[in-house]
């Protein structure tokens, strides 16, 4: 089945600090790809996505690019802001599974001032 | 655009009584909708999937008659958690995703439920 693995947090930067949150995949298919953030006491937001390989996906200054040949689709930015300190699920969406989101455990990152 | 509500943002019931929580998609029509549960720093379960005008197809390991799930019409679906228990206690929260947009799911801002 279809799976998403991405790095343990916590993890702890300095505000400016460059942010990297590991996430490889498996899929049967040709899934979509996913980047969420969960701030405290909220639901999910959609931070990006990419639909197909090559893609990349951009937002608020995170970037993640769909590398089909590594299947991963890390998470960065090049520089953090306290108010970036969440927990960040990557996910996929594959069409064989119904377009069900399958997720990865959650990062939590902590953006110290 | 794609703004999913949910009420209430937090409830506490004794237990054995049911509650009612509700999905809306503000803004666009949802044909589909999800309900995840979330416990504590961990990562979202699914629950459910509904589907307007038909029955939801539920997980393995989720009860039906406990967790009663209901999507009328396009913009709402309705999760019943029946005769409340302590360790239903958790995060609930759900999605929606429009005709248009198969592969992205909007999520709702969730609801905490605790049940004493």
Not at chain 1, 7 to 28: D, H, K, Q, R, W
Not at chain 2, 62 to 78: G, M, P, Q, R
Request: glycine letters at 8%; proline letters at 3%; a neutral charge.
């Amino acid at each position: 089945g279809d799976s998403v693995t991405q790095m343990e947090g916590p993890v702890t930067l300095s505000e400016e600090a460059f942010l990297t949150i590991n996430c490889t995949y498996t899929a049967t298919g040709y899934p979509s790809l996913f980047w969420y953030v969960q701030y405290p006491g909220e639901g999910l937001q959609l931070l990006l996505k990419a639909t197909k390989a090559d893609d990349k996906g951009s937002n608020k200054g995170f970037e993640a690019t769909y590398r089909k040949e590594t299947t991963s689709f890390h998470l960065e930015k090049g520089s953090v802001q306290v108010s970036d300190s969440a927990v960040y699920f990557c996910a996929l969406s594959d069409q064989a599974a119904g377009n069900k989101l399958t997720f990865g455990g959650g990062t939590r990152v902590l953006v110290k001032p | 655009g794609a703004v999913v509500s949910q009420h209430p943002s937090r409830v506490i019931c004794k237990s054995g009584t049911s509650v009612k929580i509700e999905c809306r998609s503000l803004d666009f029509q949802a044909t589909t909708m999800f309900w995840y549960r979330q416990f504590p720093k961990q990562s979202l379960m699914l629950m459910a999937t509904s589907n307007e005008g038909s029955k939801a197809t539920y997980e393995q390991g989720v009860e039906k008659d406990k967790f009663l799930i209901n999507h009328a019409s396009l913009t709402l679906s309705t999760l019943t958690v029946t005769s409340a228990h302590p360790e239903d206690s958790s995060f609930y929260i759900c999605s929606a995703r429009a005709l248009h947009t198969q592969e992205t799911q909007y999520f709702g801002p969730g609801t905490r439920l605790l049940v004493l």
